[in-house]
Nanobody, 124 residues
């Protein structure tokens, strides 16, 4: 069955770094565009970053540009989100999502497979 599993979340101090991983199984991972999203209770889900199926195209929401880097290793069926210079506003549950498409999208409604999420908390 189609499955995405996120890992790498945790508690980090402001200014710190974390790397999230998203491992896929049960589908053709290297034909899939992968997106990272985050959600805080009471707020709408936000598209954070996405990467095309080949890895050639990437996109970021303005608030994380220059701080977050998305990458993928299709041999390992895994997408990574390197997060640097974290601040308390980055605190959220982070989800990865997949769709069988070449191009990158930050719109959640474009995706049909979602992981269970991993909590990221930035606090001193």
């Amino acid at each position: 069955q189609l499955q995405l599993v996120e890992s790498g979340g945790g508690l980090v101090q402001p200014g710190g770094s974390l790397t999230l991983s998203c491992a896929g199984s049960g589908f053709t991972f290297d034909y899939s565009n992968i997106g990272w999203f985050r959600q805080v209770p009471g707020k709408e889900r936000e598209g954070v970053s996405c990467i095309s199926s080949s890895g050639d195209s990437r996109n970021y929401v303005d608030s994380v540009k220059g701080r977050f880097t998305i990458s993928r290793d299709n041999a390992k069926n895994t997408v990574y989100l390197q997060m640097n210079s974290l601040n308390p506003e980055d605190t959220a549950v982070y989800y990865c999502a997949a769709r069988r498409h070449f191009f990158c999208s930050l719109r959640g409604s474009d995706y049909y497979t979602w992981g269970q999420g991993t909590q990221v908390t930035v606090s001193s």
